[in-house]
């Protein structure tokens, strides 16, 4: 019983150090750059600066940020798709900062800055 | 195999130099007998090593069948693997993407979808609570077909499924409510 009880506790902290860890993780940046989702999909790898990503936006395509092959969608702080500022960083390598989250098989970053 | 050849030629021997019961046939001399024996047994061996080989070979086809069958099977819940799309249908509604993330949904209809896609946001297709954008055949992000059935609570859509970059995107074949 004694054994079974310290076996217990030991997994119980070890999940709450792995959370803990997570949460380390979903609060720092990640570096990449902004796609064009399309592409992704048919595998063209386009490289999409401003000018493109500004004529996708206006043709309503999606637009995402693509680090180290992962794919996420941003958000602003107000919730609604940053496509804007996905726009203007366009091109170049940056840093979002903010929170990585999931939700119904949705990975997503609520950007607080662009570096 | 030499053990059994062996024993089978003394069998065969013995066998042949067993009591004769017809005495009009002329006694054979020893050595013929020894070869009558000797060819017996290579024509046993002869047929039991066909018998084998056809056994062989059976088994081989059998095998190979079956692996091919495997093979489709595993083509067919796979998807095509050099496209890495898995072929399905899926129910479910239109939604806002970012309504699948808060859980609070908005109605939807075409125009509302027109409105949202062209103030960049995306409308994507909720199905057993996993959240897909949803592409045509051409690899063009398709709307137009969602914003179609936008609002109906039962849509069915047809095509193929695929993970990129840890998103779910559907292609879709057919789009009806």
Known sequence: MKKLFVAMLISVSLVGLALTQVDINAQSGITGKTVSLSSEVISTNENVDAKRAKELYSAGQPLVFNSNGKLYYVLNAAGNIDAKNLVRNAGKQVTIEGNVKTSNGVSYIIATSYK | MKNILLVLLLSGLLLACGGNEDKDEPEKSLSEQVEDAANDVAEGAEEAANDVAEGVEEAANDVAEGAENAADKVKEKVGDATTGFTKGGWTGKVVKLTDAITGNYEALNASRVKELVMAGQYVGFLSDGQFYMVYNAAGNYDWKNLARVAGQ????????????????IIL???IAS
């Open chain 2, 153 to 168: 609570e039962s849509v069915n859509i047809q095509g193929k499924v695929k993970k990129v970059g840890g998103m779910s």
């Open chain 2, 172 to 174: 879709a074949t057919d």
